[in-house]
C-alpha cells in the first residue's frame, strides 16, 4: 500500500494525429512521451486532447492519445474522459482527460448544472438576449487511493483571455471595429468567470458533505494566481472576511516554488503561470512539494512563428506531490 501519490496536470496543446506533415505527429509523440513519462504521475490531468471519427456522426476515438500513451505505465490507468454536449461521444477538439493509476470510483462532467448560461444583450449584432454556454465542460473524478480515502478531483481548462467570435465582426481573422472586438472579449471573460464560478459551487458541494474532504482542482485556468478565476476558486478568507470559511479554501501548490521557477507559459517574453493545482486544507498537509518541468518552454506567440510543426506544447506540466501521514 502507497502513501505516496503524484498528481499532475499537463495542457497538451492539441494533441491530434491528423496532421498534414506525416512525420509531425510521431516527432510529437517522441517529445512529449518522456515528459510524461518524467512526471511519473499517479494521477494526471489532460487538457486538449482532440479525437478523430471514422464517418460523419459514428464513433470518435481518442487515437492520438492512445498512441502518446503506448508503452507508458499510463497505457493501462484508469480513464475518464469528458463528453460532448449532446453527451454522447468525445468532441472533435479539446476533450478533458483524466487518468488514474487508483480506481476511479465515479465520474462525472458538469456544464451548466450549477450555473445556468448568463443570457446577455448581443449589442453588436442587436439580436436580443442570447444564452452564453461554456466552451467545454468540467470533469470530477471520485478516485479511490489506497487505504480506501476518496480524493475528489477536477480537471479544468477556462475560457482564454482570448475574445469569443461574434458572427459578421470578423473578416480574415481581424476585428472590424474595436467596440465588436471589446465585446467579444467581455464575453470572453464571462465565460471563465462562470467556469470557475461553477467549479467552485460543485467543490463547496464536497465540503458541505465533508469538511475534511481530499479535494484537488487542477488544470488549464487560463488565469494568474490574483485574477478572477483563480480567485474564486480558491475561495480566501480574506476574501469572504470570514476566519470560520477557511478550511473550505484552495491552495495554490506552486506557491511553494521559487518566483524564477514559477511560470507554465511565456507569452510574448512574459513568463505567467497559468496551470495551476489547488487543493483543500486536508490535502495540503499531504503536501512535500512541486516540480514545473518548463526547462524547454518556448513562447507561445513567438516560436509557432519560427518553428514549422512543433512538436511542444506551449504549457509546461506541473506535479506535485503528497505523502499520507502515518496515524500516530
Same mark, same amino acid.
Given at each position: 500500500?502507497?502513501?505516496?501519490?503524484?498528481?499532475?496536470?499537463?495542457?497538451?496543446?492539441?494533441?491530434?494525429?491528423?496532421?498534414? +506533415?506525416?512525420?509531425?505527429?510521431?516527432?510529437?509523440?517522441?517529445? #512529449? =512521451?518522456?515528459?510524461?513519462?518524467?512526471?511519473?504521475?499517479?494521477?494526471?490531468?489532460?487538457?486538449?486532447?482532440?479525437? $478523430?471519427?471514422? $464517418?460523419?456522426?459514428?464513433?470518435?476515438?481518442?487515437?492520438? #492519445?492512445?498512441?502518446?500513451?503506448?508503452?507508458?505505465?499510463?497505457?493501462?490507468?484508469?480513464?475518464?474522459? $469528458?463528453?460532448? =454536449?449532446?453527451?454522447?461521444?468525445?468532441?472533435?477538439?479539446?476533450?478533458? @482527460? %483524466?487518468?488514474?493509476?487508483?480506481?476511479?470510483?465515479?465520474?462525472?462532467?458538469?456544464?451548466?448544472?450549477?450555473?445556468?448560461?448568463?443570457?446577455?444583450?448581443?449589442?453588436?449584432? *442587436?439580436?436580443?438576449?442570447?444564452?452564453?454556454?461554456?466552451?467545454?465542460?468540467?470533469?470530477? *473524478?471520485?478516485?479511490?487511493?489506497?487505504?480506501?480515502? %476518496?480524493?475528489?478531483?477536477?480537471?479544468?481548462?477556462?475560457?482564454?483571455?482570448? &475574445?469569443?467570435?461574434?458572427?459578421?465582426?470578423?473578416?480574415?481573422?481581424?476585428?472590424?471595429?474595436?467596440?465588436?472586438?471589446?465585446?467579444?472579449?467581455?464575453?470572453?471573460?464571462?465565460?471563465?468567470?462562470?467556469?470557475?464560478? +461553477?467549479?467552485? #459551487?460543485?467543490?463547496?458541494?464536497?465540503?458541505?458533505?465533508?469538511?475534511?474532504?481530499?479535494?484537488?482542482?487542477?488544470?488549464?485556468?487560463?488565469?494568474?494566481?490574483?485574477?478572477?478565476? @483563480?480567485?474564486?476558486?480558491?475561495?480566501?478568507?480574506?476574501?469572504?472576511?470570514?476566519?470560520?470559511?477557511?478550511?473550505?479554501?484552495?491552495?495554490? @501548490?506552486?506557491?511553494?516554488?521559487?518566483?524564477?521557477?514559477?511560470? $507554465? @507559459? %511565456?507569452?510574448?517574453?512574459? /513568463?505567467?503561470?497559468?496551470?495551476?493545482?489547488?487543493?483543500?486544507?486536508?490535502?495540503?498537509?499531504?503536501?512535500?512539494?512541486?516540480?514545473?518541468?518548463?526547462?524547454?518552454?518556448?513562447?507561445?506567440?513567438?516560436? /509557432?512563428?519560427?518553428? &514549422?510543426? &512543433? /512538436?511542444?506544447?506551449?504549457?509546461?506540466?506541473?506535479?506535485?506531490?503528497?505523502?499520507?501521514?502515518?496515524?500516530?
Amino acid at each position: 500500500m502507497s502513501r505516496h501519490h503524484r498528481i499532475a496536470t499537463f495542457n497538451l496543446e492539441n494533441l491530434d494525429d491528423r496532421l498534414k +506533415e506525416p512525420q509531425a505527429f510521431s516527432e510529437r509523440i517522441h517529445v #512529449l =512521451r518522456p515528459q510524461l513519462e518524467r512526471l511519473r504521475a499517479d494521477i494526471l490531468c489532460l487538457q486538449e486532447v482532440n479525437a $478523430s471519427e471514422e $464517418s460523419n456522426h459514428g464513433p470518435r476515438h481518442l487515437t492520438a #492519445l492512445d498512441a502518446l500513451l503506448e508503452s507508458t505505465a499510463y497505457q493501462h490507468y484508469h480513464r475518464l474522459v $469528458s463528453l460532448n =454536449r449532446g453527451g454522447k461521444r468525445f468532441s472533435d477538439h479539446h476533450n478533458l @482527460v %483524466i487518468l488514474s493509476r487508483h480506481p476511479i470510483r465515479t465520474g462525472c462532467q458538469i456544464w451548466h448544472d450549477l450555473v445556468p448560461p448568463p443570457r446577455l444583450a448581443q449589442i453588436a449584432e *442587436a439580436g436580443g438576449e442570447q444564452p452564453l454556454e461554456w466552451d467545454r465542460p468540467l470533469l470530477k *473524478a471520485e478516485i479511490e487511493l489506497d487505504g480506501g480515502e %476518496i480524493l475528489h478531483l477536477f480537471n479544468l481548462h477556462l475560457r482564454a483571455p482570448r &475574445a469569443a467570435h461574434l458572427e459578421g465582426h470578423k473578416q480574415h481573422g481581424v476585428w472590424c471595429s474595436v467596440g465588436a472586438w471589446a465585446e467579444g472579449f467581455f464575453q470572453a471573460s464571462i465565460k471563465a468567470a462562470g467556469q470557475a464560478l +461553477e467549479a467552485r #459551487l460543485a467543490v463547496e458541494q464536497i465540503f458541505t458533505a465533508d469538511p475534511q474532504a481530499l479535494v484537488a482542482v487542477c488544470g488549464d485556468l487560463n488565469a494568474l494566481d490574483r485574477e478572477a478565476p @483563480v480567485r474564486t476558486l480558491r475561495g480566501d478568507e480574506e476574501d469572504t472576511g470570514n476566519g470560520l470559511l477557511a478550511h473550505r479554501s484552495l491552495i495554490p @501548490v506552486e506557491r511553494s516554488l521559487p518566483d524564477s521557477l514559477r511560470h $507554465s @507559459v %511565456i507569452h510574448h517574453g512574459r /513568463p505567467l503561470m497559468l496551470d495551476h493545482i489547488l487543493v483543500s486544507r486536508r490535502l495540503l498537509g499531504w503536501y512535500r512539494g512541486a516540480e514545473l518541468h518548463n526547462e524547454t518552454l518556448g513562447d507561445e506567440l513567438i516560436s /509557432p512563428s519560427l518553428i &514549422a510543426n &512543433a /512538436p511542444d506544447s506551449y504549457h509546461a506540466p506541473l506535479v506535485a506531490e503528497f505523502v499520507k501521514p502515518h496515524k500516530g
